[in-house]
């Protein structure tokens, strides 16, 4: 009998898919649900019915999995922001892994056995340091709501204060609510700002201070183990990485499109005293050729940081052609960055080297990942350019 809408139905949940939902199967026919754990029986409603799955929703769990904790959340469930509070922290980080290493594997043909243990958050609440807050009219219920998209459609959620906001945000939560806008449609992001950088209003940084020593030092040990002395730091922000790896390279290059990240990113590399990094305004994939035909291709390191969308297929194919000895990727979307990475991949000419997932986003189904790719295919150029630098080397001119 094929699903309808409505139905009732029990499932076993098998997998945790990436996106946080359950996968269960009813006759074969998988049936995402979510806020459920692998190993549980569920009662759950039929939501939606698509021609290759279902979808529904949570309405009893029958057996509960040992990993199963109360959500600490008075909107958990509700509120589109986060899928895991049900889930202990050890499980989700444990989940996550294998979700990178499933979709690695599918889209992006890359061996289980290069990703890394998630690295955990040392605080898995309470560590988000940017939240945009919106507010809606809500007719039926003649009442403006202030919070956060909800979980089942994008109507807002009225929520008074996050959990995995930074106490400070909580605070700025109040203060908008107790100021609230005549009408609805107000957006605003609310932001802790990071101590020792400058950051303009509008522009990038990244969102849990918790997590960012052990991400600096995954990039620093993936640039010292490919031992290049030049870095291009390419959608740079206000020069986050670049700065942070200064000491352990010759020279770098930020290049960033958003003119006052690239103007903070000269007073944040001042601040600091770093004066072998250089800083440019424009978009990678118009910049990068110039830049790449500077540089001995073999002692020179890309870092790509780039946006949800992932790299444009010109910017890869640039990469492909002029081969720098290692490219360390970083990114937030691990289904973007496996595509990218099946590319920089094909033909052999890299070679994924580790990727290393951190917990940049405890009790929400997303992750960073940073990976470490190097070349394997050198052209005729650049054997010369090595022999070159190897007897520059040898004659303690290099
Ligand atoms: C994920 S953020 C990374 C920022 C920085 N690496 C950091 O860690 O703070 C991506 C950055 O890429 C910039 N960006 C997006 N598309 C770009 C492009 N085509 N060229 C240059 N910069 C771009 C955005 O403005 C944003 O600052």
């Not at 409505?6 to 946080?20: E, P, S, V």
Request: proline residues 8%; contains cysteine.
């Amino acid at each position: 009998m094929p699903l309808k809408i409505g139905d009732q139905i029990t499932l076993q949940i098998q997998d945790l898919a990436f996106g946080g939902e359950g996968v269960g199967r009813a006759d074969d026919f998988v049936v995402f649900t979510p806020f459920v754990i692998v190993g549980e029986t569920v009662l759950v409603e039929i939501t939606e019915v698509k021609k290759h799955f279902a979808r529904a929703r949570l309405l009893r769990v029958e057996t509960a999995s040992p990993e199963r904790v109360t959500p600490p959340c008075r909107y958990f469930g509700q509120c589109g922001g986060c899928q895991y509070q049900h889930l202990a922290y050890p499980a989700q980080l444990h989940a996550k892994q294998k979700q990178i290493a499933d979709l690695f594997e599918r889209v992006g043909k890359i061996p289980r056995a290069v990703i890394a243990p998630v690295i955990p958050c040392p605080a898995p609440y309470g560590y988000r340091n940017r939240i945009m807050i919106r507010s809606q009219w809500n007719g039926p219920a003649k009442k403006l709501v202030i919070g956060f998209i909800r979980a089942d459609n994008q109507f807002v959620e009225d929520i008074e204060e996050c959990q995995i906001a930074e106490p400070a945000l909580n605070e700025q939560i109040k203060q908008v609510r107790a100021n609230p806008p005549p009408k609805g449609g107000l957006k605003v992001v609310l932001r802790v700002q990071p101590e020792g950088w400058n950051v303009p209003q509008h522009s990038f940084f990244q969102n849990n201070f918790f997590l960012l020593p052990k991400l600096v030092e995954t990039v620093r040990d993936f640039l010292q183990a490919g031992g290049a002395r030049h870095l291009l730091d390419l959608y740079c922000g206000v020069g986050f990485f670049g700065i942070e790896a200064a000491n352990v390279l010759a020279s770098f290059t930020g290049v960033e499109y958003d003119q006052p990240a690239i103007a903070a990113a000269q007073k944040n590399a001042q601040t600091r005293g770093v004066t072998n990094g250089t800083f440019l305004a424009g978009k990678v994939e118009a910049v990068l050729p110039e830049l790449l035909a500077k540089l001995p291709a073999a002692q020179t390191a890309v870092l790509l940081d780039p946006p949800r969308k992932g790299c444009w297929p010109e910017l890869l194919e640039q990469l492909r052609q002029t081969r720098p000895a290692q490219i360390i990727y970083v990114s937030c979307h691990p289904a973007t960055m496996a595509r990218d990475l099946n590319i920089l991949c094909g033909d052999g000419v890299f070679e994924l080297a580790r990727v290393q997932p951190l917990d940049m986003f405890p009790q929400t189904q997303h992750v960073e990942c940073v990976a470490d790719l190097r070349c394997q295919k050198t052209t005729p150029a650049l054997e010369t350019e090595l022999a070159n630098a190897r007897f520059l080397d040898s004659t303690g001119q290099n």
